[in-house]
Structure formats: structure tokens, C-alpha cells
């Protein structure tokens, strides 16, 4: 039995050279940063660093586990950015004007969650191409956040809110473990359930999944729905982390988010990908932003590095696509 | 016929793709002045033949010789150099192009010699003249968009034409023009011949073959058959060369008495589609749906399976009226199709065997969480079973060859349970050992009480495999027979229209 | 194509604008001056210009996402070259190279590598953008050359700049879409590349080729826009390919098959600049005219695509 259980790996081994050999590259290049950085600066090898990390990349992953869901589908969500910034943005008017705390999130929640199923209906109902419904969301998301704002700042919300983005549990930040608790449910939800494989199936072949009988409406209206709300979840732990709301809050995210989808090995053509790939991924990002602030480069860099490593784990994803073939 | 020297030799061509060779070592010769006729089933190699002359694809062994000389055709563009042309099998127009434009695409006649500015008025002069000759008369300022299938076929023959070739290559040229446009096509054919020019024509019909053709040469299963003069060879050894087996082998049937009704469909219609249709399947038999390409069966099997919405009609499944309108509901109601472009519509090529196998029974063996293992001895269930040639259960899908595949298909739908099938085209494009097979678990499922309604462009598939036949016609059911009334001629000539009265001929 | 009547041939937009138009009228006293009109014009060509571009990049099936981006970086190049004292002519000359070189790369990002031409696009915009925040540490740089600001403000034979300019690139963008074989490849390689390959036509370099003149004629409209402002600033056209993206779909050409043409998004940049203009003269702050113009184009959008569905119908052959 196990010989043959053995045999069988062996040989699997060598037909899915590319679903193994991706996140063993993905995985090394998360220790080579780390030690990298552990030779730059004996700073970074602590618990209070690595646990700062860690909270940095809460944010990105939050964002990255309905992005994940979504390019799945072979969809995009350039939207998440803006979502973030209103929602941030919405939820710190809501407590400025005395909203109790758990009604001005599920308020903020429920806008986000609007706004992605508005996008599940423009693509999957209306048959828009994702990339250009989703950016259309994103400025009206924008615009909204503007109208909102009035070109103010809000800041000093109160410490319960705060707590979220801010407090710990014991010893470990709060961010972290709503995080964990997140990232846990998407993977089970992708990977253990009947609407994990409807995801998978929608994004590998469409019509193949419709003629099976896959509601691939319904599925992309959640994909999306998923996405407004976890990007929705990362705006207030960055208002609640920040003690502050304004509308640019969002613009880093578009693309960062997306980097991190692509460098965890989610391709974008649909069907290929995980959350644990999504997470390592923005690991990466968060590290490499840490490693230019260690290395005391401007802030003005990030933009050519986040844009690179997203047109370098692109490209990677074809690359390895055409040597699998 | 003209004994000169070959125009164009192939010698030894071997072509693979992932799962399956298409070309096996095949060889021939030909010879200006002749129409050659490429013959055999869906699947033989015909057109992976024609797209290596054509430059489209490259072989991986083998050689082409012309006139004499070795030669190395990469590109379209080579083999243009050299002479060779032909109409592809896809749809090789820009739609929004006009119709000039189309034909001399990248050939586009220079308003001054060595600039770029285009000449439109000489563009259209000359694309109206090349119609003319097949009696067309469109404008050609319209995008091509907006014309017909039959048009636009002509279209793809003129660019063709006007770069002058010498070997014409014609992969199934009529299977969307009218009686009247072949004629014009089989006229200037004869014309082109007397002027030297060799003619490729790939067809399965064999009232064609004998019109036109000089020579035939058979493959089957990407091999070479053998090639005969027209004129030497009678029909029963034609077919005999083309299927390679005796009849009664590749339709393993039992027929028996069937049982109740499954399915009725009363008075269907469906937009620029199939119209008026009635349609009975009882348990217990397999029910032939036979017309040309375009005749709308395709459709009407998407229709009753909710893809898309019919206009008016009924439809009742064990009794219970039903409208369609989506696949799931159908399956719910016992239905199953299996598509005509499988890779397309019926498999998610990168996934495993195990997760296409179940992606129509999913849910009728879990209902939130997923057991892996359950689904691995599933799959490997039916790979017994269907004796799907796999590695494993988890081998990705498009690694299989395409018997293979089919299987998984199948596989995907009897684990669903549902009674009623539409199979379209269940043996298109897969080897003869695994066509077999697949009629076989036809007739098995019948057996077990299934009723199958199964289109099919093979007449001999239908006729060996079906209980009754309907014939279709331009949307319209214009014939229907019980399989021992039916017989080639009249099936045939039905499927041509010959002979239609207004009234239904049901 | 059933025969309509004349009536319905007239394209929605046109009917769209003209509402516009007597609603201003009506409700924006300042609205039908000649000096607002001519206004319109002149906010309009630079709009045009850029969004030439982008209908034949979308055209390929393709889309730009970089397009604000790089124009405001060429504003910033320009504008820093005069400064550290570079005559302008050559200012402008490098700066319109290096953007166009910026959009050529982005061209074979898609062409070549296969990559999906919005993440390209945003992937190398996001870059470019970098760059332009690190050569000026995210400043606004002062232009005070005043040949180079002649480029917005002054006039050629009683035509405003952008206008004078909008009319030339138009022309020649038209004899190059329709009397050129560039033309014909643009609109295959939206509506059927592989018979564009099979006819022995290069089509990756035709793809890059497309993208390169987009990225030039977002070049051109950079540096009307740094003229206009007297400045160079990295963001300041950051939603540009937001309106050049609406104008060429409101237009009428489609994201799909090579369907549409540069005339059209004369149309859909007039709708775009009337809407802007409208919403300013009447007094509306930029904050809404954001969220508004947003959901203006999705609405065209939608349009475009249910028309499109419902004219083409279900079935396939």
C-alpha cells in the first residue's frame, strides 16, 4: 500500500513540476529577506519586530483573501483601494458623530459588502469585463470618500475602536489574531468546501462549470461580495491603527494588494492558487518595504518596487505557465 | 488522370499533440492539374495534413518536397511563397473589416509605389471582380460582420484565390454553402484544374468525391490507408478503408422494447434557430437527431438543456411540464448533455480527473464540506469501470487523450444518476477503440432503463446505434423513421432538403 | 441589419449631448457664451488627443492603464530638464522619448511577454510614477519658460494651441487608421489576430507599435497639460485615462472584436468636456464631478454591452 502510495507520489511529482516547484520559490524567497535582513540589522531578528511585521502585513492580507477568491474566478478587483479609503473614511465620520461603535463597523462592513456585490452584478450579471467594472467602482468609491471628507483628516476616534488596530491579546496585537481567525475561514471556505470548488471550477472553465450546472452567477456575486467586505475589514483596522481617516488612504493598496495575490502563485487567468500563497505573499511585500525603511530609502522608491515586483511575479506566473508545458 | 511530375510531396510527416499523434508517418503525392480528395472520419488527421501545408502548424518529422526540392514551410507566409493557399477550418475574417479589406488583407494594392497609403478604389474593383466570378454581388464598403456564413465562406475562398495559388487547399468547403454557391464553387474548380493548379479537397461526403475528385486518399487514426483513382473504387470500399472494421462491430446494440415517455418537446422554437420541433424520448432507447451543420440541432439540444431560453413551445419530463431555464435546473429535473466541443463546454481541462468527475454531482454528495477521499474512490470508480487510461485520478484532464477525456465526460454525467441524456456528437474527434467503448456504455445505459437523444453527424453511427431518427432541416424536423425503415439514401437526401414538402413530413 | 429610419441612426450620444447642452442653458446662466464654448474646445483637444490613443489601444482589445501617469511624469521630465537648464525644444523632445519609450515597453510587456494589458499597464505605470515622485522628491516644479507655455496659451492662425494641435493629430491619426495598413492591423488584432498572423503581418510588432503611439500621443497631451499649468507634477493627470477610457467607449467603440473607430471619441470627448464644463460653470465642486462622471461612463458602458448582447442575440452557431 504504501509503496504504491509512494510510486504514485514519485510520479506525480514529476508531472506537476510547476504546482511544487512555485511555492518552494515562493518559500525561499521569504527566508532568503529574512536573512537578509537579519545581516542588515541585528534589530530585526526580535520578537518586537517580527511581531510589527506582522501587524504591518495584516492590512495587505486582509485585502488579499477576497482578492484571492476573486482572481480565482479568472476576475480582478481594482476596487478595493477605494472601497477601503470610504469605508475607513465613512466608519470615522459614523464614531466622530457619536454612532455606537459595533453599529458604525457593521455599518462600514455592510458599505463594503454593498459596493462588492455591485461589482458582482456589473460582471457577473451584466457581463462587463472585471478590470474595467471594478475600476469604474473604484472611483466612484473615490468620489464618495471626497464628498464625505470635504478634504478633512479625522482623527482621535475612541479607544475602543482603536483597540481593534492597536490593542493586544495578551501579548500578541489584535490585528494579528482577527487576521489568523480570517485567513482561516477563507481557507477552509476555499479549499474544504462545495463553494471553495464552485470558485476553483468557475475560474478554470466558465462555461464548462455553467453547463454543469454551477450557479456561476451566484458565485460571482459572492466572490465579489467577499472581496467588498474583507476590504472593508482591512479599512478599519487601518483607521483603528492609525487613530486617523482621509481619503488617499486607500491608493497604496490597489496595487500592493494585487502584488501580493500574483507573488502568492494566484494565477491570474483563473482556478490556480491559495490563500497560504496569499499570505506569504504579502509577507514578501510587507518584508521588502521594511528592508527599504531599514535601509533608510525614501518612501518615493515604493512605487517603482511595488510596480516591479508585480510586473516580475506576472511575468514569473507565464513563465512558469509555458515551462510546465 | 495527368501523370506529370508531383507539384508537392509529403513524405513520412508525423505530428503529435499532448495525449494523442495525429499524423502517423503519412505520405503522398500531388499532381498539378488534379483535385486530390482527403477522406476519412472526424479526427483522421485531414486537417492537421492540410494546417502543415498550409504553415499553420510544423510537423515533428517528415518531409516536403516541391517540385523536387526539400523544402521547410514555418510560416503562412512560406507557404504562400510557394504557392499554397487554402481556405483553414477557423473563421480566418476580421468581422469588423470590410469586405475588401478582408480579402486583400495585408496584400493591399499601394495608391504610390513604396509608400504605405492604401489604394481603396483598386481594393474594391478587384475584391467585386473575384466575387463576381462566383456570381456574388455585395458591397464591399460593409463589414464582414454583418453577412452570412455562406457569404463569408466565399470570401475566405477569394482571398485565397487572388494571391494566384498553385496548390489550393479546400477543408470541407461546402458544409455551410447552399446547393446553388456549390455549383459555382464546383465550376470554377474545374476551371482552376485545367489550368494546372492542384487542388487538396478535404471531404467525408462521398456524392462530392465522386463530382470532383481524381484521386482519393484515405487516412484513419492519423495513419495513411492508401490512395485510389476516383473512378477505380466503389463506395463499400471507401468506407470500408475510412472505418476499417466491419459494421456490426463499432455498434454494439441490443435493442429493446422501450418503456415509458422521459422527455416530450412540443412545438419549440428558438430565435434564428430551430422551429416548430416535436420530439419524443422514451426509456429504454437511444433517439438519432441527424441534419447538416446549421441545421439547428446543436441549439435545440442547448435550448432544452437551458442554456438558452426557448421563445414558445413545451416541454415535459416523466410527465411534469418544465421550462428550461438553466442547466442546473435541468439537472435537477434528470437531464444531462454531453456538448459537442468538449474541451470548450464539458471539461475544466486543468483541473484533475476526480474534480471534473464530480462537477456536476457535487452537491448530491455533500452538502458544505468536502471529503477528498470520498471523491478519490469515485473517480477511481469510474476509472475502472470506463477503463479511462490515467496514471492517476489525479492527473490533470488535459494530458488525456481525447477518448480519454470523452470518458471523463461520461464519467461526470452518469454520476449525476439522471435518466435522460443528450450526448452531441459523442464520438467526434476520439480513436475507433474508445468509439466503441462509448457506444457500448450507450447501450448499456439504455439497458438500465436511460433514454439517450443523440446528435451526430456520422450517418452510419446513427443508423447502427439509434432506435428511431428525426431528421432536421433549416430548424425544422422534416423526417422521422424507426431504425429499420431508414437507410443512407433517404436520411441523406433528407438532410439535403431534397424533396421537402411544406406540410411536416412527420 | 433591418433599414431604420433616420431618426435612429443619429447616435445616442449626440442626443445626450444636446440635452446637456439646453439643460446648462437652461440652469447655467454662464454656459452658451462664445467664450465657454470656445472653452469646451480648447479643454476638449488635449482630452482628444490622449483618447485617440487609447480608442486604438482598446481597439486590440487592449487597455491603458498608465496613461494618466505617464502624462503627468513627461509634465515632471520636461519641467525638470528646463530647469537644471536644457533649451526647451530639446526639453520636449526628450521628454515626449522618454515617455513614449515608457509605453513601448509597456507594448511588449503585452505583446511579447503575454501579459494581461491592464496589470502591465499598471504595473509599469506605477513605476513610471515612482520615478517622476523620486526626480522631483514629490514636488510640483515651476515652468516659467514662456515659448514652452505658448504650447496651451498661445494661438496659430487664430486657433488656440490644443486646438491647433488636436486638429493635426487628428488628421493624422485618421490617414494612418484608415489609408495605412497600421489601420487595418489595429482593428484585426482586436477582432481576429490569428487571421492577421496567418496573413504573414508581425502582430507583435503590430501590437507594441499601437501601444508606442498611444504612449506619444499621451506624450503630446502631457505637455499642453504642464503648459497649461506652468508646472510639472507627477499626479496632476492621475485620472486622465479615467476620461480617456469614457470618452472612447461612450464613443461607441467596444471592448470587444475591433469594433469602433477614432471618429467616434470625437463624440464621447465632446459628452465628457460638456458634462465637466456644465457641472463647473453651474457651480458644482470637483469632489462630486468625480463620483458623478464615474458613474456617467459605467452607465455608457453598460449600455454599450446590453446593446450589444441584445442586438447580437444569444445563440452561437
Redesign the interface.
Known amino acids: 500500500m504504501s509503496v504504491r502510495l509512494a510510486t504514485k507520489a514519485i510520479e506525480e511529482f514529476g508531472h506537476h513540476k510547476r504546482t511544487l516547484l512555485a511555492p518552494i520559490l515562493r518559500l525561499a524567497t521569504l527566508l532568503a529577506l529574512c536573512l537578509i535582513l537579519t545581516l542588515l540589522s541585528e534589530n530585526f531578528l526580535t520578537w518586537n519586530n517580527i511581531i510589527n511585521v506582522l501587524r504591518q502585513s495584516t492590512m495587505l492580507v486582509v485585502i488579499g483573501l477576497g482578492l484571492t477568491a476573486v482572481v480565482l474566478t479568472a476576475g480582478i478587483d481594482l476596487s478595493v483601494g477605494g472601497v477601503l479609503a470610504l469605508v475607513g473614511c465613512l466608519t470615522a465620520q459614523l464614531l466622530r458623530s457619536g454612532v455606537p461603535i459595533p453599529l458604525a463597523m457593521l455599518i462600514g462592513i455592510g458599505v463594503g459588502a454593498i459596493l462588492g456585490y455591485f461589482n458582482g452584478i456589473l460582471v457577473g450579471i451584466i457581463g462587463l469585463p472585471p478590470f474595467v467594472a471594478t475600476y469604474g467602482t473604484k472611483w466612484i468609491a473615490e468620489g464618495l470618500a471626497l464628498i464625505l471628507m470635504q478634504g478633512q483628516i479625522i482623527f482621535g476616534l475612541p479607544k475602543a475602536f482603536r483597540w481593534i488596530g492597536a490593542g493586544y491579546i495578551w501579548i500578541i496585537p489584535a490585528p494579528i489574531i482577527i487576521t489568523a481567525v480570517l485567513a482561516l475561514i477563507f481557507h477552509i471556505l476555499l479549499s474544504k468546501t462545495t463553494i471553495g470548488y464552485d470558485i476553483y471550477a468557475l475560474g478554470t472553465n466558465r462555461e464548462a462549470a455553467f453547463y454543469s450546472g454551477i450557479n456561476v452567477r451566484a458565485v460571482s456575486l459572492l466572490v465579489y461580495t467577499l472581496s467588498g467586505i474583507t476590504a472593508a475589514i482591512a479599512g478599519l483596522l487601518m483607521t483603528a491603527r492609525l487613530d486617523a481617516a482621509e481619503v488617499g488612504m486607500g491608493e497604496p493598496f490597489l496595487m500592493q494588494g494585487m502584488a501580493s495575490v500574483v507573488m502568492g502563485g494566484t494565477s491570474l487567468m483563473g482556478g490556480v492558487g491559495s490563500i497560504g500563497g496569499t499570505i506569504i505573499g504579502a509577507l514578501i511585500l510587507t518584508l521588502v518595504v521594511n528592508g527599504l525603511n531599514l535601509l533608510g530609502i525614501s518612501s518615493l522608491v515604493h512605487n517603482i518596487v511595488t510596480g516591479g515586483v508585480i510586473l516580475l511575479a506576472v511575468f514569473g506566473d507565464s513563465v512558469l505557465r509555458k515551462y510546465s508545458e | 488522370m495527368l501523370d506529370g511530375e508531383p507539384i508537392i510531396q509529403v513524405k513520412g510527416i508525423v505530428k503529435d499533440f499532448p495525449g494523442v499523434r495525429a499524423l502517423d508517418n503519412v505520405s503522398l503525392d500531388i499532381r498539378p492539374g488534379e483535385v486530390h480528395v482527403l477522406m476519412g472520419e472526424n479526427g483522421a488527421g485531414k486537417s492537421t495534413l492540410a494546417k502543415i501545408l498550409?504553415g499553420?502548424i510544423t510537423p515533428d518529422a517528415g518531409e516536403i518536397i516541391y517540385k523536387g526540392k526539400s523544402i521547410q514551410i514555418r510560416?503562412?507566409?512560406e507557404a504562400?511563397s510557394y504557392g499554397i493557399g487554402g481556405v483553414?477550418q477557423?473563421?480566418?475574417?476580421?468581422?469588423?473589416?470590410n469586405v475588401a479589406?478582408?480579402i486583400f488583407?495585408?496584400?493591399?494594392p499601394k495608391r504610390w509605389k513604396g509608400l504605405?497609403?492604401?489604394d481603396?478604389r483598386r481594393m474594391h474593383e478587384e475584391s467585386a471582380k473575384a466575387l463576381a466570378k462566383f456570381g456574388i454581388s455585395v458591397d464591399t464598403r460593409q463589414p464582414v460582420?454583418?453577412l452570412g456564413?455562406a457569404v463569408q465562406q466565399m470570401i475566405e475562398i477569394c482571398k485565397v484565390l487572388t494571391t494566384g495559388p498553385k496548390v489550393l487547399i479546400l477543408d470541407e468547403p461546402t458544409a455551410v454553402l447552399t446547393e446553388r454557391e456549390v455549383e459555382k464553387l464546383f465550376q470554377y474548380i474545374k476551371v482552376l484544374q485545367s489550368q494546372g493548379v492542384a487542388i487538396i479537397y478535404i471531404s467525408h461526403r462521398l456524392a462530392e468525391i465522386r463530382r470532383i475528385g481524381d484521386r482519393v486518399t484515405v487516412l484513419r487514426d492519423g495513419k495513411y490507408v492508401g490512395t485510389v483513382p476516383v473512378r477505380e473504387v466503389t463506395d463499400d470500399t471507401l468506407v470500408q478503408m475510412m472505418v476499417g472494421r466491419n459494421i456490426t462491430q463499432m455498434y454494439p446494440r441490443h435493442r429493446r422494447a422501450s418503456g415509458p415517455e422521459l422527455l416530450r418537446v412540443k412545438g419549440l422554437c428558438?430565435?434564428?434557430?430551430p422551429q416548430e420541433v416535436d420530439l419524443v424520448v422514451h426509456e429504454g432507447e437511444i433517439v438519432g437527431l441527424v441534419g447538416l451543420v446549421?441545421a439547428g440541432r446543436t441549439?435545440l439540444a442547448?435550448a432544452i438543456?437551458g442554456?438558452?431560453?426557448p421563445v414558445k413551445g413545451e416541454i415535459t419530463v416523466k410527465g411534469k411540464p418544465v421550462w428550461p431555464k438553466?442547466?442546473?435546473q435541468?439537472?435537477?429535473y434528470g437531464l444531462g448533455?454531453l456538448?459537442e466541443d468538449r474541451k470548450?463546454?464539458?471539461?475544466?481541462?486543468?483541473?484533475p480527473v476526480t474534480?471534473n468527475v464530480?462537477?456536476?454531482s457535487?452537491?448530491r454528495h455533500?452538502?458544505?464540506?468536502?471529503d477528498s477521499q470520498k471523491i478519490e474512490k469515485l473517480s477511481n470508480n469510474y476509472i475502472n469501470e470506463l477503463r479511462i487510461a490515467t496514471?492517476?485520478a489525479?492527473?490533470l484532464v488535459r494530458?488525456l487523450s481525447g477518448g480519454n477525456q470523452q470518458k471523463v465526460v461520461l464519467a461526470?454525467w452518469l454520476d449525476t444518476e439522471s435518466k435522460l441524456f443528450i450526448f452531441d456528437e459523442p464520438t467526434r474527434g476520439i480513436d475507433v477503440g474508445a468509439k466503441v467503448e462509448v457506444h457500448a456504455l450507450m447501450d448499456k445505459l439504455v439497458q438500465e432503463g436511460a433514454g439517450i437523444l443523440m446528435i451526430s453527424s456520422e450517418l452510419p453511427e446513427v443508423l447502427g446505434m439509434s432506435d428511431r431518427i428525426y431528421v432536421m432541416f433549416r430548424g425544422r424536423i422534416i423526417g422521422h423513421f424507426r431504425y429499420d425503415e431508414a437507410d443512407q439514401e433517404k436520411i441523406g437526401a433528407l438532410m439535403l432538403g431534397i424533396g421537402v414538402k411544406e406540410a411536416d413530413a412527420s | 441589419m433591418p433599414a431604420k429610419s433616420a431618426l435612429w441612426k443619429i447616435p445616442p450620444v449626440i442626443w445626450i449631448i444636446a440635452l446637456l447642452c439646453v439643460l446648462y442653458g437652461l440652469f447655467a446662466p454662464g454656459f452658451f457664451t462664445f467664450r465657454n464654448l470656445q472653452n469646451i474646445i480648447v479643454q476638449a483637444s488635449p482630452l482628444l488627443i490622449v483618447a485617440l490613443g487609447m480608442t486604438m489601444v482598446i481597439l486590440t482589445e487592449g487597455i491603458d492603464l498608465s496613461v494618466g501617469l505617464t502624462m503627468g511624469v513627461i509634465g515632471v521630465f520636461c519641467a525638470f530638464l528646463m530647469k537644471t537648464g536644457y533649451p526647451m525644444g530639446l526639453a520636449v523632445l526628450l521628454g515626449l522619448s522618454a515617455g513614449t519609450f515608457f509605453v513601448f515597453l509597456n507594448g511588449l510587456l503585452v505583446s511579447t511577454a503575454k501579459l494581461p494589458p491592464f496589470i502591465a499597464t499598471l504595473g509599469l505605470g506605477s513605476m513610471v510614477f515612482g520615478f517622476g515622485l523620486v526626480l522631483t522628491g514629490g514636488e510640483s516644479v515651476p515652468i516659467s519658460n514662456s515659448a514652452f507655455r505658448f504650447l496651451h496659451d498661445g494661438t496659430i492662425i487664430g486657433l488656440p494651441m490644443p486646438i491647433f494641435l488636436a486638429v493635426v493629430v487628428f488628421g493624422f491619426a485618421w490617414i494612418l487608421m484608415y489609408h495605412t495598413p497600421f489601420g487595418r492591423n489595429v482593428i484585426a488584432l482586436g477582432g481576429n489576430p490569428e487571421a492577421l498572423r496567418v496573413a504573414g503581418v508581425n502582430i507583435e510588432r503590430a501590437q507594441t507599435l499601437v501601444y508606442t503611439l498611444a504612449g506619444f500621443l499621451a506624450g503630446i497631451t502631457g505637455i499642453i497639460i504642464a503648459a497649461r499649468t506652468a508646472s510639472g507634477y507627477a499626479a496632476a493627470t492621475y485620472d486622465w485615462e479615467f476620461d480617456a477610457i469614457g470618452a472612447t467607449i461612450i464613443g461607441g467603440t467596444s471592448f470587444e472584436e475591433g469594433q469602433g473607430g477614432i471618429g467616434k471619441t470625437i463624440l464621447g470627448v465632446l459628452l465628457i468636456s460638456v458634462l465637466r464644463n456644465g457641472l463647473n460653470v453651474a457651480g458644482v465642486s470637483n469632489k462630486y464631478q468625480f463620483a458623478f462622471i464615474g458613474l456617467v461612463v459605467l452607465v455608457a458602458i453598460i449600455i454599450d454591452v446590453k446593446f450589444r448582447q441584445a442586438t447580437e442575440g444569444g445563440a452561437e452557431a
Do not use: C
Not at chain 2, 428558438?270 to 434557430?273: E, L
Not at chain 2, 455533500?366 to 468536502?370: G, K, S, T
Open positions: 498550409m499553420v510560416t503562412p507566409l504562400q483553414h477557423e473563421f480566418m475574417l476580421v468581422p469588423w473589416l479589406q478582408n488583407i495585408n496584400r493591399e504605405p497609403f492604401i481603396h460582420k454583418y456564413t428558438v430565435k434564428d434557430g446549421g441549439e442547448r438543456f442554456i438558452d431560453r438553466s442547466p442546473q435541468m439537472i435537477r448533455l456538448p470548450r463546454y464539458g471539461l475544466a481541462l486543468n483541473m474534480k464530480i462537477m456536476a457535487l452537491r455533500f452538502r458544505f464540506m468536502i496514471p492517476s489525479y492527473r494530458y461526470k
